[in-house]
């Protein structure tokens, strides 16, 4: 399992505004996942993208994936205050036998400001 | 919706101690993980399971450590002799049938040794 690296570290944004946050990873893959953590908390899964799937919507979040770039996006539309938290990615290698092990990077803290 | 469920939320020992960690899975799930994550650091994946046997392990997850599923629904890491920097929170994770599937995380047990 590789690690994926978001991107940036920290953002810090007003109640309402978007929010980009992007991961890059180093081999092909069969798909990426996002997470999200609340500070202190278990991690809950956002959305999973699938390689052959280049855009993906669930409420108020779209996740794309490029991979000849190797690189996804993960924009949180009209953000609210309960945003707040650490967003992560983890890329699933393709083949293997990783057995679904995920590698967390440092992740991209997400404030967003009432 | 079903959930990981965790127990204790807090777990405090003396060195040198062993602790046992429980988790209870979602119920169809057939895979399960533990994670753990040091204060301000990543989340690093210590080991899956998956028919009744480790299915792949890190480096973290040496001899003190070990895992159980001893009734069907019971999900157990147990660190046999704990050390200062055993103290962390853990966090236990299931997925289903399909491997690439998303983990269902639980909220976690502090785990502070003294």
């Known amino acids: 399992s590789q690690q994926g690296e978001e991107d940036p570290q920290a953002l810090s944004i007003q109640e309402g505004e978007n929010a980009t946050m992007n991961c890059s990873y180093k081999?092909?893959?069969?798909?990426l996942q996002w997470y999200r953590q609340n500070s202190g908390r278990g991690l809950v899964h956002l959305i999973l993208i699938r390689s052959n799937e280049r855009e993906k919507h669930s409420g108020r979040l779209r996740v794309t994936l490029d991979t000849s770039k190797k690189s996804s996006s993960l924009l949180i539309t009209a953000s609210r205050a309960a945003d707040t938290a650490s967003y992560f990615c983890a890329p699933a290698n393709a083949g293997g036998t990783s057995y679904g092990k995920l590698t967390f990077g440092q992740g991209t803290i997400l404030t967003v400001h009432p | 919706e079903p959930e990981v469920t965790q127990t204790p939320s807090h777990q405090v020992t003396q060195m040198g101690q062993e602790v046992i960690l429980r988790c209870v899975p979602i119920?169809?799930?057939?895979?399960f993980y533990w994670y753990r994550q040091i204060l301000g650091q990543k989340v690093e994946f210590l080991v899956s399971?998956?028919?009744?046997?480790?299915?792949?392990k890190s480096e973290i997850f040496d001899d003190q450590f070990s895992v159980e599923r001893p009734d069907g629904s019971n999900f157990t890491l147990k660190i046999r002799s704990t050390k200062l920097e055993d103290s962390a929170m853990y966090f236990c994770?299931?997925?289903?049938?399909?491997?690439?599937?998303?983990?269902?995380f639980g909220p976690g047990t502090r785990l502070t040794v003294l």
């Open positions: 399971f998956y028919n009744n046997e480790i299915s792949e």
């Open positions: 119920s169809n799930h057939l895979y």
């Open positions: 081999t092909s893959i069969n798909n």
């Open positions: 994770a299931s997925s289903d049938m399909t491997v690439y599937n998303e983990q269902f």
